[in-house]
């Protein structure tokens, strides 16, 4: 078929994963970036990028180099791999919104030529990609599947904000339609990839590999979530009780969080609605998510209660969120849980500040009408819902309004000693 010397690569969304795919393939081959956000497409001709996942050096380096970053999808024509990385969240009912996924195939199918291949990376449920996808390339190119074009499926497990593990040195699951394809888009990313790559034996496979990894944390840190509501009621330090078990060679370390995020928080569910398809009714998965949504307001609550327990009057008082994006050191909001922390406090009357160095402001105004505050005053409460490194600036005791103020510590970011609760 293709050699990879001829290859011309589109990749169609310019988010957290499509941005960084772009500019890594761009460097060994004609790329091709679209997003039909004309906004997202302007600020990246212009070198501003929302999601730091590239610095703008290197972006200006790689656009000035040939990296193409267009929001017209007739520039799609010209190209012969096209990697979708569209999101996939979910709906209110927690179903999966494969609207984007639709709408990229579409555009991809209206350009599609014998002998392309269509990979995705979006995170799917098993199957997805030849149930769902395939029928929209071959309906809207009048294609046939594994004669005309072929697919492949990559998932993308890049950690968003962090700088140590990133695509080119996460090994990298791939797959193909069939076993020629397999090998081209094996070697494709093998060839962009430092720490290699697995190359499974179906898309099925792959899809699912990307599934399970989500899910499994969720639940791991579900379980360690369910301690910490247990051991509250015990007045035991969970922290202290993961710290003294993993002194055991096969404990797992996982510490109680907030989940929130597209991924961990949205990914079970996709696996969930397949298997409900197939007339399984997932019970651990889902009760691993049911434990991990309650964790703000049990937060909120016991913010409260230990406000009252140090005799602060809750209505009118004044208490300050550090930190609302869904992770650290990290400007991402999307499903960030920190929200119900904040519903909770302000059901109950207070008055709260919100400051996030990392946040965007105009966006977390859109999302969760909270005006973010720039400066900071004097609070009864404090709470470190996400440890964003500039936190560690902050003088914790000069923030306090009295001796009575507490700090609820989420993240387990300052000693015990300096706070009054943690989870
Ligand atoms: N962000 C992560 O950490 C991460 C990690 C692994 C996998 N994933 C998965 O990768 C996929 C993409 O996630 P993301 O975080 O990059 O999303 P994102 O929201 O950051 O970016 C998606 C981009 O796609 C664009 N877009 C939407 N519809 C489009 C269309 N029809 N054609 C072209 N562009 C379109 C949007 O404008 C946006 O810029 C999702 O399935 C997600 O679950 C994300």
């Not at 969240?89 to 639709?102: G, H």
């Not at 035991?236 to 710290?243: A, G, L, S």
């Not at 008082?317 to 992770?327: C, Q, R, Y």
């Not at 977390?364 to 996400?386: G, H, P, R, T």
Request: glycine residues 6%; negative net charge; proline residues 3%.
């Amino acid at each position: 078929m293709k050699n990879l010397e001829n290859i011309k690569i589109a990749v169609i969304g310019l988010g957290y994963v499509g941005l960084p795919l772009a500019v890594e393939f761009s460097k060994k081959y004609t790329t091709l970036g679209f997003d039909t956000s004309k906004n997202r497409v302007k600020e990246l001709i212009d070198g501003i990028e929302r999601t730091r996942e590239i610095s703008n050096s290197i972006l200006e380096e790689r656009l000035q180099d040939g990296l193409i970053i267009t929001d017209n999808p007739d520039s799609l024509a010209q190209f012969n791999i096209y990697i979708i990385t569209v999101p996939t969240p979910v709906t209110e009912s927690k179903e999966p919104n494969l609207d984007f996924l639709k709408q990229a195939s579409t555009t991809v199918a209206n350009y599609l030529k014998k002998d392309d291949i269509v990979i995705y990376e979006s995170t799917v449920y098993p199957g997805c990609t030849e149930e769902f996808c395939v029928p929209i390339l071959e309906e809207n190119s009048k294609l046939k599947y594994n004669k005309d074009f072929y697919c492949g499926y990559s998932p993308e497990r890049i950690n968003p904000g962090d700088k140590k593990n990133t695509l080119t040195n996460i090994k990298k699951v791939t797959s193909g339609s069939d076993k020629k394809t397999s090998v081209i888009v094996d070697n494709l990313y093998k060839s962009i990839i430092d720490a290699g790559t697995h190359l499974t034996s179906s898309i099925k496979i792959a899809e699912a590999t990307k599934a399970i990894e989500n899910a499994q944390r969720d639940l791991n840190i579900s379980f360690m979530n369910e301690l910490a509501l247990i051991f509250d009621l015990m007045d035991i330090d969970t922290n202290e009780v993961i710290d003294a078990a993993s002194t055991k060679w096969n404990f797992l370390k996982f510490r109680p969080g907030i989940v929130g995020g597209h991924c961990i928080s949205v990914d079970p569910y996709y696996l969930v609605h397949k298997a409900k398809t197939l007339g399984y009714e997932p019970e651990v998965i889902l009760s691993g998510r049911r434990v991990n949504d309650k964790m703000g307001t049990f937060i909120g609550e016991k913010v409260l209660k230990l406000m009252e327990d140090n005799a602060i009057e809750i209505k009118n008082s004044h208490a300050l969120i550090l930190g609302i994006t869904f992770k650290e050191n990290m400007s991402d909001i999307r499903n960030s849980k920190v929200i119900d922390i904040y519903n909770i406090l302000n059901m109950n009357g207070l008055k709260i500040d919100v400051y996030d160095p990392h946040a965007d402001k105009e966006e977390v105004k859109s999302i969760f009408k909270i005006e973010m505050v720039e400066n900071l005053q004097k609070y009864d409460s404090i709470i470190i819902a996400v440890a964003h490194d500039e936190f560690k600036k902050l003088n914790f005791k000069s923030l306090k309004k009295s001796d009575n103020s507490i700090i609820y510590d989420v993240k387990g970011f300052l000693k015990k000693s300096e706070i009054n609760g943690r989870l």
